[in-house]
């Protein structure tokens, strides 16, 4: 029965092509914007937690900021806190500055920073060979490479590795040790891939102003990042004198970035709805139309023997296929859709598992919604006068 | 079998009523064969449509078989209409998306049939019309007297008890007109069914063994061989 109901439904929207097709757009239209909305914030979704794997959410950055720029943490206070605040396991503080470096005629602009041996702990950076800068390095002419600068400044017959000489300004560094390749974090303000680290006495002969204005720090696993926030301004904000200190917590910027994205998703599904409704109605123009046309049939229907319940299932079931039909257009086009954002901003592909039976059961609602006033209309036509139509 | 009395019925247009009906009576055997003539306008079709229990008269008394049809609601009505009666237009009426088998087991599928078996049916329904060779023809490759045929094959396929045939000949040439009006004659043979003819052909309504005249809202019985 259901599927003769189908096929008859089919049949009737086939003989009217041109018209289906009209109404069809809307609705994949309107399909496609909803799965897209759906499966972008997916991919948002799994782009935050891939970057946040690599660092952990349990990280805060600390910046002292003067009245005139840059301000200066004295290493000391930094370096004694896992000590004075319980909550707090392990402070990387670092002189952030950059410029080029030279390898046998290739030269590379790069970030550079001035850390401590903690720098490795709290990143939880690998090393591709070699070792990272030690407490006992200082005024040694010894720098690490990251993954990515290593690989600009080598050249096919001479790789930059553990050994290798670089010229920075007017001195000669000695590679001790290269980074595994890392993905950048928004924790940090470099990207650790295309960074070259020195000991922080070597600063101030690569950098001209250096100033110690950062540092990233590890909570303890149960530690809450805003008591462990409000503790280090209490702590440190004497301190600093007349500095400003901020502090940023990965939960922080996590929760800022999914706001962000749910006003983007927001923004589509509104626009995914607009033009489901738009589809709706064109559906329900269709419909109203293709009953105006065949008031004929539907009487010669009735008079054979037809309930009104057997014309209502009819025009039902041309609704209800046409925003099927658009539904299931509308799902590939919306992930092809999503696919093209993945690629675009060079994030990772995901299918959402909800975006496809929703947008399908959406498009059936928006077919049966708009479809249902049509349809009652047609099973409520006087027999006598659908026969006299002409 | 069918039996009406006193039937009147009335339309509302604008401020005043007209009265196409009026305290029209007819009793109709079952297996009979009747002819009903009248001028353009006389209410024929609203004769028709009280009889084949698409419309209500506005008084009177309907029964079928005994059975007080106009106390029937909606869903009821439908399924008389599908069990007992047979529908014959003038214009055909074939559904043009529906090849000639399909149209003729329509019936049949409001009915729930099973469609293996509504086709055989409708296909043997065709052979007796003569159509054997066009059941798989849509309707616009069909002639105006293969519509017809067709449209009568769908009327009887359900094996209802009355045929009702509003101008059934009235849009075909005197020949195929002939072939349809002896089609007729042979079914009421064969079948035994009840058939009322609508007709402006006196030729048409010669044949019939019972022709009766409608004109002011009243039926005549019009003696034989008028
Ligand atoms: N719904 C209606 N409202 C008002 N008047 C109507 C309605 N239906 C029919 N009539 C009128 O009733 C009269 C009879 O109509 P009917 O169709 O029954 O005539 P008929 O005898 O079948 O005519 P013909 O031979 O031309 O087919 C006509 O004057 C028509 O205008
Ligand atoms: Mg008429």
């Not at chain 1, 004694?80 to 602009?109: D, K, T, Y």
């Not at chain 1, 600009?152 to 290269?178: C, E, M, N």
């Not at chain 2, 075909?172 to 079948?191: C, G, H, N």
């Amino acid at each position: 029965m259901l599927k003769r109901v189908v096929a008859e439904a089919a049949a009737n929207l086939l003989a009217s092509r041109q018209r289906s097709a009209l109404a069809l757009l809307g609705i994949v239209i309107g399909a496609a914007a909803v799965i897209a909305m759906l499966n972008v914030g997916a991919i948002a979704r799994n782009e935050t937690i891939r970057q946040f794997r690599q660092l952990g959410t349990d990280i805060l950055t600390l910046r002292a900021d003067g009245n005139t720029g840059l301000g200066n943490f004295q290493l000391a206070d930094l370096e004694a806190l896992p000590m004075e605040l319980p909550a707090v396991a392990e402070v990387a503080p670092f002189v952030i500055g950059g410029g080029s470096a030279q390898h046998e005629g290739q030269v590379a602009v790069s970030s550079q920073l001035g850390v401590t041996a903690a720098f490795a702990q709290v990143t939880r950076m690998r090393m591709q060979g070699g070792r990272f800068i030690s407490d006992y390095d200082r005024y040694e002419l010894y720098a690490v490479v990251g993954a990515g600068l290593a690989q600009q400044l080598s050249t096919p017959y001479a790789p930059v590795r553990v050994g290798s000489g670089l010229r920075i300004g007017r001195y000669v560094f000695t590679v001790i040790g290269v980074v595994e390749p890392m993905l950048p974090s928004p924790m940090m303000p470099v990207d650790i891939d295309n960074t070259l680290f020195v000991s922080i006495p070597n600063v101030r002969r690569i950098m001209a102003n250096p100033s110690l204005s950062m540092a990233i720090l590890r909570m303890r696993p149960d530690a809450d990042a805003e008591a462990v926030t409000a503790q280090l301004q209490r702590h440190l904000g004497p301190k600093l004198r007349d500095q400003r200190l901020s502090v940023q917590s990965a939960r922080q910027l996590i929760a800022g970035m999914q706001s962000q994205m749910q006003l983007f998703t927001l923004l589509l599904g509104a626009v995914g709805a607009i033009a489901l409704v738009l589809g709706g109605v064109g559906v329900m123009n269709i419909m109203l139309v293709s009953i105006a046309e065949r008031r004929r049939e539907i009487g010669v229907r009735l008079a054979i023997g037809a309930e009104p319940g057997d014309i209502r299932t009819l025009f039902l079931a041309e609704a209800v296929l046409l925003s099927v039909t658009g539904g299931v257009l509308g799902i590939f086009l919306g992930i092809a859709g999503a696919w093209g954002f993945a690629w675009l901003s060079g994030w990772e592909f995901v299918l959402s598992a909800t975006a496809a039976p929703l947008g399908a059961g959406v498009s059936v609602a928006v077919g049966i919604f708009f479809g249902f006033y049509p349809a009652v209309m047609a099973s409520r036509l006087d027999p006598i006068e659908a026969l006299r139509a002409e | 079998m069918l039996e009406l009395v006193d039937i009147g019925r009335s339309f509302r247009v604008g401020p005043g009523e007209v009265h196409i009906l009026r305290h029209l009576s007819l009793t109709v055997a079952a297996g009979q064969l009747v002819s009903i003539m009248g001028g353009s306008g006389s209410g024929k079709t609203t004769l028709m449509n009280i009889i084949g229990l698409l419309d209500k008269p506005t008084s009177g008394q309907y029964r079928i078989d005994g059975q007080d049809v106009l106390k029937a609601e909606a869903r009821e009505l439908s399924r008389l209409r599908n069990r007992l009666i047979g529908f014959v237009f003038q214009s055909f009426f074939l559904l043009p998306r529906l090849n000639a088998w399909r149209n003729v087991a329509l019936p049949l599928m409001y009915r729930g049939t099973p469609e293996a078996e509504a086709r055989r049916r409708a296909i043997a329904m065709l052979e007796r019309v003569g159509l054997a060779e066009r059941t798989e023809h849509m309707p616009a490759m069909l002639s105006g007297g293969q519509k017809q045929r067709v449209a009568i094959a769908r009327a009887l396929v359900g094996e209802p008890r009355v045929i009702l045939a509003d101008e059934p000949t009235g849009a075909l040439d005197p020949k195929v007109s002939q072939e349809i009006m002896e089609l007729f004659l042979a079914l009421k043979r064969e079948y035994g069914v009840l058939i009322l003819i609508i007709t402006h052909d006196p030729g048409v309504a010669a044949q019939c063994e019972r022709q009766v005249v409608l004109a002011d809202g009243v039926l005549t019985e019009a003696p034989r061989g008028c």
